[in-house]
């Protein structure tokens, strides 16, 4: 990525984050001067002058960019590293802000209590992870989880796994020994094992077909099975629950195969 590609990239991310189109620019401008005069700014930012000054006046009540009263004006921005953490802040702190408003408004329907078997598709590997955490967090008496892509082993993932509770049991199948090795030394008290199910093998997947990303259930009740677009790499998942014994055993049995009779705690 060249400089201005870069660039770019950091006033588009900033604007994302809630800064107008000038103060991006604005805010870009100064990263790259020691310090710098409105005229300088303008003409490097192509941001007309009188506009630098809003910008500025804006980027300064968000504690990005320190003002010296000199004249003419100097104008810095703050370390990288602090301006990042107050952005960081300020984004963490939109999100509990949503969080709290949308937790408090009224639901229009309530269920009646019936247990509904229901099958909900999801994309993104962001939410898909997030989902995953969310069920690995709610367990209460299993979880099988079949590990279909080196690259879904990330950090939350591991943490998730590794903060599930001792009345849980937890088996973990990977498609490799390289993989299960893996698996097994960032989550020690699981029981892991290679699957059985070949079709989910790596090398048997051409760069054209669709790979299974994860395969989890969670408590015999709730399924969600990922796969990963050819291509893109992005992932997709079906998520479901609510579902009979009878499902529920074919799909434990199928995401299960290859682990040892005496060491599934539950066969």
Request: proline content about 3%.
């Amino acid at each position: 990525m060249n400089t201005t590609d870069s660039l770019e990239e950091a006033i588009e991310v900033l604007q994302q984050l809630g800064l107008k189109a000038y103060e991006a620019r604005c805010f870009v401008g100064l990263s790259r001067l020691h310090t710098g005069t409105a005229k300088q700014l303008s003409e490097m930012t192509e941001v007309p002058r009188t506009r630098v000054y809003d910008a500025i006046r804006v980027l300064e009540a968000q504690g990005l960019v320190e003002i010296q009263h000199s004249s003419p004006q100097q104008f810095r921005a703050v370390p990288l590293d602090e301006a990042t953490a107050t952005l960081r802040d300020q984004y963490e702190d939109r999100v509990e802000r949503l969080h709290d408003a949308l937790d408090t408004v009224e639901i229009v329907e309530e269920d009646d209590g019936t247990p509904v078997q229901e099958i909900w598709a999801m994309s993104g590997r962001d939410a898909i992870e997030n989902r995953t955490d969310q069920l690995i967090e709610d367990a209460s008496e299993e979880i099988v989880l079949v590990v279909g892509d080196e690259s879904l082993l990330t950090e939350d993932l591991v943490v998730s796994l590794n903060d599930v509770g001792n009345g849980v049991d937890l088996l973990i199948g990977a498609l490799t020994k390289s993989l299960q090795n893996q698996i097994q030394t960032a989550v020690p008290d699981a029981t892991t094992f290679i699957s059985g199910l070949e079709w989910l093998q790596g090398e048997n997947v051409t760069e054209d077909e669709t790979a299974i990303g994860r395969l989890l259930l969670v408590d015999r009740s709730t399924i969600l099975v990922s796969s990963i677009m050819p291509g893109s790499r992005e992932e997709q998942a079906i998520f479901g629950e609510g579902f009979g014994n009878g499902l529920v055993v074919i799909a434990r049995r199928l995401m299960a195969q290859g682990l040892l009779t005496a060491r599934d705690p539950k066969q």
